[in-house]
């Protein structure tokens, strides 16, 4: 197990979706960083469901501050923060504990930790465990933002419906979407997507989608090839997140089919700075920042847990079984993972920022 | 700087396009591994240009073996390999050097280092690099090969045209490409693919394209969730490699459109073992192989290097200026990128499986 | 700030001494491994003061456990671990806040964390944060029990008083050891101590020692030269225990004045193993175990916290000031200190043995 | 193994004793360092036997740089050096290839690399190996003393005679220190010294010694505790060093038998700077630089090779024998040591101050 990531700054996560609480220690923060419960408790909210779109855990997913935090800020040391479980249905899982789940780690985790691992909810397997990474990643937003850093995502196809994309400076837009419970820009096509996921919960099924992310004054330089390019930290926090399985930069896989004269961004002066007239890769070059925004594409499977019928197999017996997935879960869950791709960029631009810049980059000037 | 990846088993990468040496070190290999210089030096020509499609850089690419290696078996002690440069032409460079290629790391990689890299042939960032990567990869594709992991990769797409994808049992697909300067799994997808990048090469163009990789023999259990999920791990060693923009796992974007019923990999008993009727999923679950075969499509961005006028900017004056890239450069690199996928892969799979079973895992057995 | 430790097995801590809670993060144990809530208050009471000692600080320190224990046993995923405070007197500190304790690290803390550090009883730089290490080490302790590796720390010296030295095999010492509050191999040698301490309180002083640990049981062949040497791992957690000024592993120091035939351990065959005749170099050689009992020597610096007058300096006024160090402290922390150099070599061993032999080598045999 | 060490700024090393070469990569440099080759060819011949001690491998050892260097500046990128091996006698080793010498890591080689490693004059665990830290070294004690730091080490002990100790401020000794083949501050020590590794050679023996560092010039503020404290990192690097057996830091073991009154160093304000009277503590407080100069001594432990018969195992035969260890040995190296730990030292700071004050903070001023 690696649940620890960065290297400057770091993330360690912890906790099963049925256990006493998940959390996480945020580690090599700047001191002096405000931490506003307000905001908080706020991020926390947008990782929960929609109402309207699910039959939500009713969480309250309350932070609690367990070290490192003092009058208010940030004191340099690591940061413990735990949510504490509650209304949890372990019995939903024990009629069903041997059969395991198509799309799901039951089969991957039984050989890894040898049926010793919490069952319950998917244990630490569970989406919930990105409630740790979402209070950890509420700091990093935060000390970013007082560096004039901004990091939005919003949902750009869901249920085979697309938003429109991010424009090419979509500050404005990032603040647009801070408190969206239903990340789209082009209204339209949030409530198509929200008609297809309802479609798709009648149906017994569950559909996927693509999150756009764009980060707006990241600074150019930043970035540690060979091997820590820009490209690889941010798709290794963003591929360590449950169900995503695509990641790209820029056009992405669409650059593949153009030719160089098309994908390359010309370059040229405004206002005595260097800019690129397009921003086709996504502000990374040699896994640099250039300081255009950083444009990222994340996919989303579907939702794993349906009630449809599946086949499977029963551990116990060794037979192939029916599987039909009761208990509480999801339909879609693209609209709650934004708020979590949002946490795990702050988080790597926080490290990156400080490895680059040293530990008190990020500290606000007095 | 990070030139180094890896954990138990680790690579580090040294060397400038133009400078005396490319090259890297091998640590935390098992003892006993054979190292074969003809299988090495293949290996190294397949990442060499194809004389049909190129001015390629005419590079013996001779590998010499510093340390590491005793009797032509691994030490278990690190490996330092290096490749003399030789043929170096950076009169070519001198003439421009102050202007910025576009879609190259000139601008990021003066920002980086305030002037003093070696700008030749594109220094550090140059795709000489993956020279030393692929003289690691060749002792961890040899040591995976001993047990029965084999990898390989196709050009899945070039210059918009397609190949077929791998069959669900890609293993003998795999051993059939192992020696071919065009991987390609349908020869007129090869024809057509060659004909777009010499279309292209007239045009003073370039075109880019996808790999499809895959892994037979992987056991089940390898990933270290939450933040080293074997998605993770692999992405970030594929987005180290130059040019490119997007990773996607199994079924990848496709599987955002898709409702759970179809995404799911139905489970099944085959022969006493679980297996997945479908693998959309590419082979991992949870961030951990589940014993399917593994599934990657890289997405490459056109070759930067083009002879065709592109808008810049002059560094030295501070104005807008055009920029045609003279010298020798490649129409299209995909098909020498992909034994760098290959050599990628292998590596982290030496390591994630070296942490899982411990240091003597790719010990051969005596 | 660098709160985390180790490779495959890894420890995070955090906390403050007068926050809401301490404790750890304990992460890559191996699933299986049993957790008993009785040992594990044994070896937190171990590290709790002696009463007749000192004025000790009347925590329960009463282990939670949020995750990562399921049925008893470890799960194979994080164990987060805290330890609520209580009990705690910050107006104590206020007094003297802008004061700089001797031999604390007040001052250093004042440069790296720009005055947001909470201060209070040391904040993070307090002797409380190992209860987490130690919570952590209990866990590590029993897994390696389970292998037949025992670990024992005694007190080899404290106020000048020495204890005789462990002998050639030490292991029912060892276990001897266990429970012991105050941790001395020779009876007439920990009355001399205590008197010692008893002595120095009563001067509003204090003392140091010097702990002397040993390992039974650990296979040969652990050990990752050329950096990760078991010297290098073991000295580099135990330089992060508090107070720790030296470390030397075998004869250590005393090895630098002998000659080469006198320092040398002979080697000679012992029913059919290699053993050596002596044990001068603790077990180690090239960085590697050898199969002989590892010993270690720790120096712990005399508490810095006393009650007689010290020069310092008012960071408020800028000013020399004498400082009276008031409050609640120990006049000795050699003896509270044995059971965290039990837990923090335990932690490096677990660490090393799983890197060496794979992530399941701790589980316990079915 | 483990043969990269550093975060930031990172050294990695190969070779073995009579391979083809040693060497190492220094990863993270900052840009723009002067890189002397007169200075790098001074450092590498202090490391070399001094002529009139022992019988010297006659080595020129003549330092290429492969990469990171372009018009005599460091780039940024990874620096390979390489030094060739020549003067190799492997037949002296075949006679004995058998029998383990004591000492020496033959046996736990042979557990750890099942027989793999190259046996010939030690291997990769060969003293040599220092030669690719001591390159890298030059380069960091060169960007360090751009930034007013100056590192040095003396031999406070060699053979049971020993040197007066630093003064309290020795920026001046570490300067005259710099180019002395035998580096010692008392001259009448120095010649005793030399008599008794003399007179040891003369007996078939050899000696050890201690060496005492100091480092001035350090800023306040540089440590990452909780884990990576000034004195664990600096003592992981140095026991890393073969035959390094103890490290302490200021008065070390010392301390042990002091009381906390007159071990803490009180503060005071010197010409409106906060210093400490004395400098019990070697310049670290909780772990973190406090401005004073570090002080730090290691012990080595004599040369394990000696002619004088000792009892050994003969590993083809399983029986006892004796072993007189033939060919070129030192029986001393504690005077070639001293440019290792100088060398260490400078690597480990180089990587702390990246980490605290980021990756441009050694580069020089413009």
């Known amino acids: 197990m690696k649940n620890s990531f960065g290297s400057s700054v770091s993330v360690t996560l912890y906790g099963e979706s049925h256990g006493a609480a998940v959390g996480c220690v945020l580690d090599g923060m700047a001191p002096g960083i405000s931490v506003d419960e307000g905001y908080l408790a706020k991020q926390m909210s947008l990782r929960r469901s929609v109402s309207s779109l699910s039959t939500p855990r009713k969480e309250a997913d309350k932070v609690r501050i367990l070290s490192g935090v003092y009058q208010g800020k940030t004191t340099g040391t690591p940061i413990c923060m735990m949510i504490e ?36 909810g998917g244990g630490h397997f569970s989406g919930r465990i990105t409630a740790g990474l979402v209070a950890a990643g509420a700091i990093a937003l935060t000390a970013l933002r007082e560096k004039g850093i901004v990091i939005g995502t919003h949902i750009a196809a869901c249920g085979g419906v697309c938003d429109r994309p991010f424009s090419p400076d979509p500050r404005a837009e990032l603040e647009a979407l801070a408190d969206a419970p239903f990340a789209v820009l082009d209204e339209a096509a949030s409530t198509a997507m929200q008609a297809k996921i309802i479609e798709a919960r009648a149906a017994g099924d569950s559909v996927g989608g693509i999150l756009e992310s764009a980060v707006c ?18 798709s290794h926090i963003l591929f360590s997140i449950p169900a995503v399985k695509g990641v790209e930069f820029g056009d992405g896989f669409a650059l593949s089919a153009m030719r160089g004269s098309e994908a390359n961004d010309p370059f040229r002066i405004e206002n005595g700075a260097v800019v690129t007239s397009t921003n086709r890769m996504g502000g990374i070059l040699g896994g640099i920042s250039n300081g255009m925004p950083l444009r990222i594409r994340t996919a989303i499977k579907p939702t794993p847990s349906i009630s449809l019928s599946q086949p499977s197999v029963n551990m116990a017996t060794g037979e192939n079984e029916e599987i039909s997935v009761v208990g509480r879960h999801d339909p879609a869950i693209v609209h709650r993972a934004r708020v979590v791709a949002d946490s795990a960029i702050a988080l790597v631009l926080c490290d990156m920022l400080s490895l680059r810049f040293g530990t008190d980059y990020l500290k606000p000037n007095d």
């Open 217 to 234: 004054g990241l600074p150019a330089g930043v970035g540690e090839p060979w091997f820590d390019t820009l490209e690889s930290v941010l």
């Open 85 to 120: 479980n509650g209304n949890t249905h372990s019995a939903d899982y024990a009629k069903t504990a041997d059969l395991l789940r198509p799309g799901h780690a039951d089969y991957t985790a039984r050989i890894k930790y040898h049926g010793y691992a919490d069952p319950n």
